[in-house]
């Protein structure tokens, strides 16, 4: 077939047209298989704690449903909503559900498309995370207003940017709590493809085609962009000893931030996923938590 193909193209133009085709093939390839989120289904639930809850479904957009947990208080008239990271899902952030919920607070997590029990979609993206948190959002206010007096919302890594994002737009979004989000989804793909040693135009026409695919351009979803358009509070949490996301991130991000309205928490030790590490600072997220919805009221 290679053969053919430049035996019947002129000599100077064969194997720059055959490359063409052959990258313009392999990037959406590449892509949609290298950046697809793993399903990792729920193998507990809330009851393992020891806690109350209520399973729930909810729509979200392109007629897709999420499935969830709603962590109801007694009286309680505000909420958390927590967000998992790219792969993860809802039982993964019980951890830090927990102490929340103790303290009297609402708790609802839930799965993004494609994630946990909830339906499947073409991919998953910092946006469509966004869309799936304002759906969330606005299932509570129909579903249960007297819990909706205040909501902040929690996410981690891809939820920490889709939470950020999400509040630039979102007026019923009082404080955010963000855990491991990177600065930048365009450094962070070349992270990424780094390992790979592609040439640097495939590399560009990577992040083209993702930002085409996604339907956003990566400077107006990046958070070390999206916290100067924020107006609530908002608690960035790092581990100094990130793998997946250096603690130059968040500095760069918390750099960037007005910083009457956020400030950094540096975790001691903590990895990308030491949830275990982050609990242990329960008393600081609820410390952050009170203060943004007292100077909300």
Not at 29 to 57: I, Q, W
Not at 207 to 224: D, H, L, M, S
Not at 253 to 281: F, K
Request: include cysteine; charge should be positive; charged fraction near 20%.
């Amino acid at each position: 077939m290679i053969d053919s193909i430049i035996a019947t193209t002129p000599l100077t133009l064969a194997l720059p047209t055959f490359l063409a085709v052959l990258v313009a093939g392999l990037i959406p390839l590449g892509v949609h298989l290298g950046f697809r989120a793993p399903r990792v289904p729920a193998t507990g639930s809330p009851a393992d704690l020891g806690l109350a809850f209520e399973s729930v479904r909810f729509p979200t957009l392109r007629g897709r449903a999420l499935t969830g947990w709603l962590l109801p208080a007694a009286g309680a008239t505000r909420t958390v909503i927590i967000l998992h990271g790219w792969g993860s899902n809802a039982e993964q952030m019980l951890p830090l559900a927990q102490p929340l919920r103790r303290t009297g607070f609402n708790v609802l997590l839930f799965d993004a498309r494609n994630h946990g029990a909830s339906d499947s979609d073409t991919f998953s993206s910092l946006p469509r995370f966004a869309e799936d948190l304002g759906a969330a959002i606005a299932w509570l206010r129909c579903e249960h207003p007297a819990r909706s007096a205040g909501i902040a919302v929690l996410g981690h890594s891809v939820g920490a940017g889709a939470a950020l994002f999400e509040a630039t737009r979102n007026p019923h979004i009082e404080a955010v709590i963000s855990i491991g989000a990177f600065a930048d989804p365009a450094q962070l793909t070349e992270r990424y493809l780094a390992r790979l040693r592609l040439p640097r135009f495939v590399v560009e026409l990577t992040k083209r085609y993702v930002e085409w695919v996604i339907g956003e351009r990566f400077a107006t979803i990046a958070p070390v962009n999206s916290i100067r358009r924020v107006r609530c509070p908002v608690l960035l949490i790092h581990g100094d000893r990130d793998q997946t996301v250096p603690i130059e991130d968040a500095r760069r991000i918390a750099a960037a931030a007005d910083p009457t309205r956020a400030r950094l928490l540096v975790v001691a030790g903590g990895d990308h996923d030491s949830v275990d590490r982050i609990e242990a600072h329960a008393d600081e997220l609820l410390s952050f938590l009170r203060s943004a919805w007292r100077a909300a009221t």
